[in-house]
């Protein structure tokens, strides 16, 4: 999964569509869409910009993996950690989760 597939997955988790992210970025909205495509090199300061309003860290954009997720299930109080491979089905649990561990 590229930079770009990883906004736009934050993008749409958020339930915003390409030309509002244009709007808060100051930007066209071709221009927002090269940066999901990849035809524009992303800046890291842009970056900054983007995960801010997706409200995750740039390292999570970066670092958001498509082959597996670490993802934590609390059982009475100790944290089991499982490495699973996201499928389509799977990618709500994750959003889930990956909400969870944030919000902590």
Do not use: C, W
């Amino acid at each position: 999964m590229t930079i770009g597939e990883k906004i736009r997955f934050f993008r749409e988790r958020k339930g915003l569509s390409q030309a509002n992210m244009a709007e808060i970025l100051e930007m066209s909205v071709q221009g927002y869409g090269n940066i999901e495509r990849g035809d524009t090199d992303l800046v890291y300061s842009r970056l900054e910009l983007i995960s801010k309003e997706l409200e995750v860290k740039p390292e999570d954009i970066v670092g958001f993996a498509d082959q597996g997720v670490l993802v934590s299930i609390q059982e009475k109080q100790q944290h089991n950690f499982k490495l699973r491979k996201i499928t389509d089905s799977f990618k709500n649990e994750i959003i889930i989760n990956y909400k969870k561990l944030n919000d902590k």
